[in-house]
């Protein structure tokens, strides 16, 4: 079995920050690519940010510099730190991992339940 569990979420007030962190646990060989996705209400989900094993990111254009993504390979671990936030912002945002589990030759997407981040003053 394979988990990933997001957590820092919150209600932040406009121009705030959040660090969000995404924990990947269980059979795990490797993790490839990682990224960060959010979902409002009544809309789609969207791309924030993606980071490769060797550390490649790509943003979505509205990050702006105002969103860091990392990861911690040794820990299993991703990371979005938000500053600047507005309230469009207000999303659920999830984790999303392409995992190889230990014994298995295939990769595999795996998403964390999400976690909720609302700008509002």
């Known amino acids: 079995q394979v988990q990933l569990v997001e957590s820092g979420g919150g209600l932040v007030q406009p121009g705030g920050s959040l660090r969000l962190s995404c924990a990947a646990s269980?059979?795990?060989?490797?993790?490839?690519?990682m990224g960060w996705y959010r979902q409002a209400p009544g809309k789609q989900r969207e791309l924030v940010a993606t980071?490769?094993?060797?550390?490649?990111?790509v943003y979505a254009n509205f990050v702006k510099g105002r969103f860091t993504i990392s990861r911690d390979n040794a820990k299993n671990t991703m990371y979005l730190q938000m500053n600047s936030l507005k309230p469009e912002d207000t999303a659920v945002y999830s984790c999303?991992?392409?995992?190889?589990?230990?014994?298995?030759?295939?990769?595999?997407?795996?998403w964390g339940q999400g976690t909720q981040v609302t700008v509002s003053s």
């Open positions: 999303n991992a392409d995992i190889v589990r230990s014994g298995v030759r295939t990769v595999n997407p795996y």
């Open positions: 269980g059979s795990i060989f490797s993790i490839n690519d």
């Open positions: 980071i490769t094993r060797g550390g490649s990111i």
